[in-house]
């Protein structure tokens, strides 16, 4: 009897996974499933414990799906992927493995760990098989008229929904039960792996590829709709919060499409369905840009003059920012809503970014970094090309005079305050005419606010970041 292994990394679900499937396409073949964790490697990645916790129960939902599939599930653990190459070796020496499948990912480490495993695997007789999985169109595939990536999102948007229009990819199905039939998962529990762990408000990002497809189900109804309207007000459930099931491949991208479209079938052309699908599209963007850039894997900055910008080294302030004590209301509201659910509204990234960039002057990366070890839904290629559009350093970026007032963002986007007063209970009596400037108020009220002053002038600020930017072009030149 052959032996197919699965080889789960961020892919955790049983429907539309194409290593899955393409493993259990042999109704002869014993399938069995391995997960590697290698604690070192997303302790240098900066892997937030939110995110890892979510791994964890994503996995043993998994080992219960496949188990009714009768395929078990393994996990093993190593430091790092360099370890991870023999670790794999001596898996497959052990179970007899003659296949092995896997879905690819993009960036630079896992693509040479992945190309190592391969070469070593080949070497001992061992087929494998790679899929593109966690994009709706491989990399590569959506090209200018030269041939080159789109360095510009608006034209490869329109690119890439010609691709659409002329043919979907395939939402492919959960395999059926194994002629061995089910199995028992009580007697063989998974060793958890050896990484700080922290829960998660499973009201908001329940676990499972159940609870993934059944609020993709409820979103892509009613809601979907109204996304245009209200996915710029932090203080209303306006948008998905799908980015943690995509993030981790508790549900993938083309069941997003699949269902998006067969709720509203003309969502390609629909410009109030397309604005939700075309943020499906944005991640696609940046993930092929990793592999046409693989720099960008090594935070360097895509737009090479703003290499010289003469960032600023201040500890204290990059402190205040993390914390949510800057003295700006919208700002520490959405660090301090980070900090507690791991997650963050997409507008509050920008002014966040914009805010530790553009008034703090502090380098794009510390806060890149932060993102990472915080966000449940953390990504390299979301969140790196997030933080490059918001410092004006990377492909289709803000340009870097486009700088957010954080005080008339907030009166924008949470006119009322209620979201700032959720986050900000300090700050709960300032009347609503003053919330965006309590000090204000404080000052003509006589009152005490146990709330910082902000740590840092807005219109000052701003000329400093023009001047610094102006000089590393002025360098370039």
Known sequence: MTT???????????SDNHALHAACRSEDARVIALFVATPGQWSSHHMAPKQAEFIWQSLQDVQQSLAQKGIPLHLVQCDDFSASVALLQKFCQEHHVDRLFYNYQYEVNERQRDAAVERTLQDDGVVVQGFDDSLLLPPGSVLTGNREMYKVFTPFSKAFVKR??????????????????????????????????EESDASLFPVGEKAAIARLREFCQQPVTLYPDRRDLPAVDGTSRLSVYLATGVLSPRQCLHRLLKQHPQGLADTRVFVWLNELIWREFYRHLLVAYPALCRHQPFTGWTRDVKWRDDPQGLQAWQQGKTGYPIVDAAMRQLNTLGWMHNRLRMITASFLVKDLLIDWREGERYFMSQLLDGDLAANNGGWQWAASTGTDAAPYFRIFNPTTQGERFDKSGEFIRHWLPELRDVPEKYIHQPHEWAKKSQQSLDYPSPIVEHKQARLQTLAAFEAARKKTD
């Not at 699965?6 to 955790?12: A, E, K, P, S, T």
């Not at 492919?172 to 199995?183: E, M």
């Open 4 to 14: 197919h292994l699965v080889w789960l990394r961020n892919d955790l679900r049983i």
């Open 164 to 197: 659409l229009q002329e043919g979907l990819p395939e939402c492919l199905p959960a395999p059926g039960i194994r002629s061995s039939g089910a199995i028992e998962t009580t007697d063989r529990p998974l060793q958890c792996f050896d990484y700080p762990r």
